[in-house]
T-cell receptor
Framework: LAKTTQPPSMEAYEGQEVNVSCSHT???????IYWYRQVPHQGPQFIIQ???DYVVNEVASLFISADRKLSTLSLPWVSLRDAAVYYC????????????FGQGTKLSIKP | EAAVTQSPRSKVAVTGGKVTLSCHQT?????MYWYRQDTGHGLRLIHY???????EKGDIPDGYKASRPSQENFSLILELASLSQTAVYFC?????????????FGEGSRLIVV
């Protein structure tokens, strides 16, 4: 399974767009990219997943580079509620939920 | 209404004692999981189950047992609790098919072993 590298922390102001990057240089053709976030005192919450190009849902956008070695989670108009640890996970689609969570990126939001 | 509920939410146990953490899901999911999170770290998979009356070992199963008596319920058992098992434990469920990596987590059970 491909290893991921994320910045340990980021800061942003309310109302800004935030881009959280994730490097996965050894990603295999069978692997997908998943993003979760965890707010304090709660379990992780699924945000978005993708394989290539661009994926968008009501919460976030996911940009994946052409060589699939880099992905960027984009959060538009962040609020204080978006302060959380964001995890990038790369794994095969049929991994049956056996996920490996790294240390993630801690996003702090300033009012 | 939370679809994955854990109990107890917090517990203090003595070293060598038995601890049972319970999880109940109303998602009608086949897969259930127990993950452990140590302070400042990511989550690690302890045990999981894809059908009632069957459990599988995850990445760190030593010192833990699991029980899946029904589709809705999944328990984590520490027969002889140790200080190193102080952590927050999260239960989760998933459909287990092509969307099997979309997990729905409970709010966690904080365990302190003294």
């Amino acid at each position: 399974l491909a290893k991921t590298t994320q910045p340990p922390s980021m800061e942003a102001y309310e109302g800004q767009e935030v881009n959280v990057s994730c490097s996965h240089t050894n990603i295999a053709t069978s692997e997908y990219i998943y993003w979760y976030r965890q707010v304090p005192h709660q379990g992780p919450q699924f945000i978005i997943q993708g394989y290539k190009d661009y994926v968008v849902n009501e919460v976030a956008s996911l940009f994946i580079s052409a060589d699939r070695k880099l992905s960027t989670l984009s959060l538009p108009w962040v609020s204080l509620r978006d302060a959380a640890v964001y995890y990038c996970i790369v794994t095969v689609n049929y991994n049956q939920g056996k996920l490996i969570f790294g240390q993630g990126t801690k996003l702090s939001i300033k009012p | 209404e939370a679809a994955v509920t854990q109990s107890p939410r917090s517990k203090v146990a003595v070293t060598g004692g038995k601890v049972t953490l319970s999880c109940h899901q109303t998602n009608n999911h086949d897969y259930m999981y127990w993950y452990r999170q140590d302070t400042g770290h990511g989550l690690r998979l302890i045990h999981y189950s894809y059908v009632a009356d069957s459990t599988e070992k995850g990445d760190i199963p030593d010192g833990y047992k699991a029980s899946r008596p029904s589709q809705e319920n999944f328990s984590l058992i520490l027969e002889l609790a140790s200080l190193s098992q102080t952590a927050v434990y999260f239960c989760a469920s998933s459909e287990g098919d092509s969307s099997g990596n979309t997990l729905y987590f409970g709010e966690g059970s904080r365990l302190i072993v003294v």
